[in-house]
């Protein structure tokens, strides 16, 4: 029989290492949201998860990296992630396809396919210099994670001109665009309710 969860389980990243990347203060701002939505909430940095440049010589020699493999085990145990992911010359941050590319790979021949991702729920926003606010870079981002099983929501927030964007490490000036991230994010653990 089918039954809702009521508390679902949204993991939090952004897809830089910069210690003051603008997209690790909009995760922070989706994280505070998701947790007034009622989610059980865990924002993680990539940066406390290093991962070589993936390479199945390397895999094949000597299985997956342990922080790879923490990456992958934090990504199962959660029902959907909200991830703010930059834009890199109009495409995915390399850290972010590394860190992809790791956790979808099987670790044994009983494993299921992208079993990380396949039935996830996701939200994705972006911040940037740029005027798109990083809107090039989410469509990269979307391709990749729908193509591996990953159930996105339609909508996504993008900010532009994101050096002059933020009031401090969790806020953004433009109070319309706060607003946009934080009901991304309560759409995202409302969504994750009803699929996970």
């Not at 997209?23 to 947790?35: M, Y």
């Not at 990504?75 to 109009?90: K, T, V």
């Not at 159930?151 to 607003?179: M, T, Y």
């Amino acid at each position: 029989m089918y039954k809702m969860i009521t508390t679902p389980r949204i993991l939090v990243f952004a897809g830089s290492l910069r210690q003051e990347s603008f997209n690790k203060r909009l995760a922070r701002i989706g994280a505070g949201a998701a947790r007034e939505a009622g989610a059980d909430v865990t924002l993680v940095d990539l940066l406390d998860y290093p991962m070589p440049i993936f390479n199945q010589d390397d895999e094949e020699a000597h299985g997956m990296p342990e922080h790879a493999r923490r990456f992958k085990q934090l990504l199962r145990e959660h029902h959907g992630f909200f991830i703010a992911s930059p834009e890199y010359n109009s495409g995915i941050s390399g850290v972010l396809k590394n860190a992809i590319d790791w956790a979808s790979r099987a670790e044994s021949p009983e494993e299921p396919p992208v079993v990380a991702f396949r039935g996830k729920t996701g939200a994705l926003v972006s911040a940037s210099i740029g005027a798109l606010g990083g809107l090039r870079g989410l469509v990269n981002v979307r391709t990749i994670l729908g193509n591996i099983g990953m159930i996105l929501l339609p909508d996504q927030v993008c900010i532009p001109n994101a050096e002059e964007a933020f009031l401090g490490p969790d806020s953004l000036k433009d109070r319309r665009k706060q607003e946009q991230v934080e009901a991304l994010a309560h759409q995202l653990v409302e969504f994750t309710r009803k699929v996970a």
